[in-house]
């Protein structure tokens, strides 16, 4: 199974921060990568997919970028309703296997 | 607009069974993979098993192997997962959803169902 690592498990930022979020698979996927956004009691909204396509109506201050094992989320200038938890995921090879989580907490 | 809503989560007992739906709607239903996604509470989330479009090939987590079986009804878009001799660890939140390996993954997200395994 293809492991996902995701760093840092946890951040405290301020609105309007940039925040970068890192996601290393244990071999190479290509560009088969998906972000994720998760509010709590809610489910996964899928930002982007094919690790830099923004899905249609999330906001531009998110993007993607990386192939192979490295992969990045950013948010360029975070906002209140951005506070939650952000999941990678890796779509190219069977099983399905995502990333620990990183919550982003107000500083 | 793409909906996918779960239904069928309970309290069961350790051992005992149940079996989750998921109705969809707005989209091509046997066009599309479909999987089924967990989430323990406080815990991240654990892909468990997933269906072709046809219905022809299954998948499923070592977890659950040979105790839970994925099925769907391409004449009334509904995927199932029936889930036989529960345990406590599978105490989480389902989620139904649209897509498996492909380019965008799992795409799109039901709601959620809870499913306890308590006595």
């Known amino acids: 199974d293809i492991q996902m690592t995701q760093s840092p498990s946890s951040l405290s930022a301020s609105v309007g921060d940039r925040v970068t979020i890192t996601c290393r698979a244990s071999?190479?996927?290509?560009?088969?990568l998906n972000w994720f956004q998760q509010k709590p009691g809610k489910a996964p909204k899928s930002l982007i997919y094919?690790?830099?396509s923004l899905q249609s109506g999330v906001p531009s201050r998110f993007s993607g970028s990386g192939s192979g094992t490295d992969f990045t989320l950013i948010i360029s200038s975070l906002q209140p309703e951005d506070f939650a938890t952000y999941y990678c995921q890796q779509s190219y090879s069977s099983p399905l296997t995502f990333g620990g989580g990183t919550k982003v907490e107000i500083k | 607009e793409v909906q996918l809503l779960e239904s069928g989560g309970d309290l069961v007992q350790p051992g005992g069974s149940l079996r989750l739906s998921c109705a969809a709607s707005g989209f091509t239903f046997n066009n599309y993979a479909m999987s089924w996604v967990r989430q323990a509470p406080g815990k991240g989330l654990e892909w468990v098993s997933a269906i072709s479009g046809s219905g022809g090939r299954t998948y499923y987590a070592d977890s659950v192997k040979g105790r839970f079986t994925i099925s769907r009804d391409n004449s009334k878009n509904t995927l199932f997962l029936q889930m036989n001799s529960l345990r406590a660890d599978d105490t989480a939140v389902y989620y139904c959803a649209r897509g498996y390996i492909a380019a965008a993954g799992t795409e799109y997200w039901g709601q959620g169902v809870l499913v306890t395994v308590s006595s």
């Open positions: 071999q190479s996927i290509s560009n088969y």
């Open positions: 094919g690790a830099s």
